[in-house]
């Protein structure tokens, strides 16, 4: 379909943009909600997979995760269990086998947030799946809604921005860009989802664009 010939595009972009081997740990956020970022994300990483990458796919968005259901998985022994400790790394890291893919759901919920992202732990968590892993997917939230994204950002070596093109205003997308950019964030990449081709001269349907930032 003309939707995996997108993502197979969206694939060898990513692989120009880490031919130095510098991109191993990406965010993903978007705009605001409902843009499609964890359906991404999720597809990103069953793909590499795919490819015979090493992936682990870690859901950082604390307060309405979604990484859980996508692997039909109970929210529990996930990472804020392990960073208070109550967990080990081992038990932390989950296993997909339909997908190919490792994961880590977000665990017990938390009102301190950002202490969370903040946590050294979590940054030497991070440092150590970028050694034993050929990518490091990190599931976040929004910029506009919460300031988590730029957060989570010090622990990224850059970000895949998801834009849907029929439901994001231009002016909050600009702004969120801004913001990421002014906050020093390195934007590897746009994709843009939910984009009615139809409307144009292809008549594909709904599919994902990419565009590499230089």
Known sequence: SYTAESFQKILINLDYANI???HKVIQFTSTLASEGKSTFVSNMAYLLGQKNKKVILLDLDLRKPKMHRVFNAPNKDGLTDYLSGKITYDKLIRKSDDLGVDYIVTGEKTTAVINVLEAK?????????K????????????????????????????????????????????????????????????????????????????????????
Do not use: C, M, R, W
């Not at 732990?121 to 799946?129: A, D, G």
């Not at 970000?159 to 020093?184: D, G, M, P, W, Y």
């Open 20 to 22: 130095d081997g510098n």
């Open 121 to 129: 732990k979590l940054k030497e968590l991070i440092e150590q799946l």
């Open 131 to 214: 050694n034993e892993y050929d990518y490091v997917l990190l599931d976040t939230p929004p910029v506009i809604a919460v300031s988590d994204a730029l957060y989570i950002s010090k622990n990224a070596d850059g970000i895949i921005f998801i834009v849907a093109q029929n439901n994001a205003k231009k002016s909050l997308v600009k702004e969120a860009v801004q913001t990421l950019k002014s906050n020093h964030v390195h934007i590897i990449g746009i994709v843009l989802t939910q984009v009615n081709l139809k409307s144009g001269s292809y008549g594909y349907g709904y599919d994902y664009s990419y565009k590499y930032e230089e």
